[in-house]
């Protein structure tokens, strides 16, 4: 049976790739550090704030580390206030609500971030489920956000579904034991693949989602 759905926030629930790769350019911009796609995708789409300061800024300490990624993340809630829910997210939702199926969103932004995105594509009151990076010890890949929020659904890893458009988070739900759905917001249906996707997707309209949704609601 399909108990639950549960969503990636950022290139997921919405395209904001875009919006938080000229974040990241303003911020690192007078480091000397240039961001372009080839960089956001290799050294930050889908890995933790502290990951990828690090990774950028080796020669920082880690509480500037800290205060570059606060910075960041205030630049992206300035920039994002105009994004838009991806393709079908709304029919989606109408429809597991209709049938009593629990909704939860598991994300590495922080609490502020997932608050202000909620807020911006009106969703908020269909995400009583929010697992932050501040809530668990261990952000994707590891499971650990995966786990917690079926914890929470008071739901098992068989019964629940997964929509992920990053490395990082598909390797965390399938470590989990989800079913996991590839959005091609960024990544290709072949690289999606080649890190678990169980199936792909280019928006949530895509007939290889509601054929599975309507089997597994069916059963």
Known sequence: MLKALIFDMDGTLVHSDPVHLRAFSEVLKPEGVRIDEEIYRSTIIGRTNEAIFASLLPGRSAEEHVAFADEKE??????????????????LLDWADQRGIKIALVTNAPRLNAEHMLDVLGVTERFPVQITIEQVERGKPDPLPYLTALERLGVHASDAIAFEDSPSGMRAAKAAGLYSFGILTGLTAREMR???????????????????????AAA
């Open 74 to 91: 205030a630049t992206f809630r300035r920039l994002a206030l105009e994004l838009k829910p991806l393709d079908g997210l709304i029919d």
């Open 194 to 216: 080649d890190i678990g996707a169980d199936a792909t997707i280019e928006d949530f309209h895509a007939a290889a989602l509601w054929d599975e949704l309507n089997s597994r």
